[in-house]
């Protein structure tokens, strides 16, 4: 996560701590390329004030890109999205629709108010935390070359790949 010395540069927010089971897959593999993240739980409903003031401030905190993960059809990306620049990334969690209400309620938005929208669950998560990565890596050319090597992994991984007799 971050230290007192570093500041944020990925917020990763979810509506309930329930959403943690899927949003570890973020902060792992952000923890993984050694990039400063904060971790946080508010509501885009119960919690609006809270939600209102954490994205006003985003940018002036040195976020540069905030990933926020929602089940049901709150739509806590699309809240936070309307108030800051700062790039949203959304990731549906599964809910008592499997995640269908969560991903729609994320890939409609209107004109305007731009959010990213990834799968529903892990490999959302796996893949919104790659996609901040990469944002980052425009300006970093040690995240560059981090993504660059776990794509070489990944690649070696199939590579070796043996299927059985």
């Not at 885009?44 to 890109?65: I, K, L």
């Not at 996609?131 to 990944?154: C, D, M, N, T, W």
Request: charged fraction near 20%; include cysteine; hydrophobic fraction near 45%.
């Amino acid at each position: 996560m971050t230290n007192e010395t570093t500041k944020p540069l990925v917020g990763i927010i979810m509506g309930s701590s329930s959403d943690w089971e899927t949003m570890r897959h973020t902060a792992d593999q952000l923890k993984n390329f050694g990039v400063p993240h904060v971790c946080r739980v508010m509501s885009a409903h119960r919690t609006p004030e809270v939600v209102e003031q954490f994205s006003r401030s985003a940018e002036a905190d040195g976020m540069e890109v905030i990933i926020a993960a929602a089940g049901g059809a709150a739509h806590l990306a699309g809240v936070v999205a309307a108030y800051t620049t700062v790039p949203v990334l959304a990731v549906p969690i599964e809910s008592v629709l499997k995640g269908i209400d969560s991903l729609l309620s994320m890939v409609q938005m209107p004109g305007g108010i731009p959010v990213a929208t990834f799968a529903i669950g892990k490999a959302g998560a796996t893949n919104a935390a790659l996609f901040a990565i990469s944002v980052l890596a425009g300006s970093r050319p040690e995240y560059r070359e981090k993504l660059h090597e776990f794509r070489r992994q990944q690649a070696k991984k199939v590579l070796e790949a043996k299927l059985p007799e």
